[in-house]
């Protein structure tokens, strides 16, 4: 029922692109009510989050899906809305092809904005091997920042990223790549940090097992929970052809992590359990990781509500798969 209902909001927001907001009456938090609406500029692939005031921050592309336009506006309570204001300062630099593309907002200290995109300069593809760039910008004041490139060393990226922050000035920004331009099966995850509000970032470094893979042009979120430990869900490529998702956790200081297996069958509830490499890399040889433990069940709860947080679309899969591939008795 869940999944037809999810379904039916994503085919809404596709043909129209409609922008759901949600509005909390002033009763009990229980009490919510949704309100769709178009917005006033037009737009695709809008992506929106509220503050504590109750302020909507939208951003959304304009122009060819290849070569658009980013845009920012303000909802207001009061159901107003802001004049736009164009992110990308190279025009005709965004990428919002296919679902996997396009811009990500998050707020982070005293509600600031920030966004990161995939996108190339006009008139390209981006990078070698048709591969695209993940750039950055913050709004200060009444403009965005002059956009910045993230990967350094990493490589290009084909699709997806994602963005989180906190209300301490942190911003992590993490991407899927290949140093080496091969197969997805040698792909990982990169994060890069940022401790002054997105002013600097650092170098990134890799933060999963190349033994796992990493799915180029799959779809990835993040978030910081209260505790402050950074959670990446993502999709692996093992053996290019296994798509399992997969939850990176940090510690609160979100300089180690650990990984687990999230997976769904077609009737069972999502699951998620420490991700094994008896061979090949593991965990513990990737600088800032450590191969995953054993968790108790008190915790299967907060990943379930993790999983469903970060990755509505979870994949179809009956039985949970372990890397290297072992007897389905012993995952």
């Known amino acids: 029922m869940v999944r037809a209902w999810l379904r039916r909001v994503a085919v809404v927001a596709g043909l ?5 907001i949600a509005v909390p009456f002033t009763g009990s938090s229980s009490d919510q009510r949704v309100v769709v609406e178009r917005l006033p500029v037009g737009g695709v692939q809008p992506q929106a989050v509220a503050d504590s005031t109750g302020v909507v921050h939208v ?3 304009r122009g060819d899906d290849m070569a658009g336009d980013l845009f920012y506006v303000r909802r207001t309570s009061d ?3 802001s004049a736009p204001l164009r992110i990308n300062s190279q025009p005709g630099n965004a990428v ?6 396009g811009a990500q ?3 982070g200290r005293g509600n600031r904005v920030h966004v990161v995109w995939n996108g190339a300069p006009p008139k390209t593809l981006g990078m070698a091997g048709g591969l695209m760039h993940l750039f950055y910008s913050r709004l200060s004041g009444d403009a965005f920042e002059p956009q910045r490139n993230l990967p350094t060393w990493s490589g290009g990226v084909d699709g997806g990223g994602a963005l989180a922050t906190d209300t301490a000035g942190r911003v992590f920004a993490a991407w899927h790549a290949n140093p080496g331009a091969g197969a997805d099966a040698r792909g990982s995850v990169f994060v890069t940090r940022s401790a002054d509000d997105g002013a600097r970032f650092a170098r990134e470094r890799r933060v999963s097992s190349e033994a796992l893979g990493a799915c180029a042009c799959c779809g990835m979120r993040g978030l910081i929970d209260r505790a402050g430990a950074l959670h990446l869900l993502y999709r692996a490529a093992g053996a290019n052809i296994d798509r399992d998702s997969m939850l990176l956790s ?4 979100a300089k180690r992590s650990r990984r687990h297996v999230c997976t769904r069958g077609r009737s069972a509830p999502v699951r998620c359990r420490p991700s094994r490499s008896a061979k090949g890399p593991t965990a513990s040889r ?3 990781i450590r191969p ?4 108790s069940n008190a915790m299967l709860p907060r990943l379930r509500r993790l999983h469903r947080r970060l990755h509505r679309a979870a994949p179809r899969r009956a039985s949970i798969r372990c890397w290297p591939p072992t007897p389905a008795a012993k995952c």
Request: proline content about 3%; hydrophobic content about 45%.
């Open 286 to 288: 990737q600088p800032g």
């Open 250 to 253: 940090s510690g609160t200081s």
């Open 292 to 295: 995953g433990r054993s968790f």
């Open 96 to 101: 919002a092809r296919g679902t996997v593309r």
């Open 59 to 61: 951003v959304y592309l």
């Open 16 to 20: 129209l692109a409609l922008l759901a």
């Open 105 to 107: 907002i998050a707020l």
């Open 79 to 81: 159901g107003a809305y």
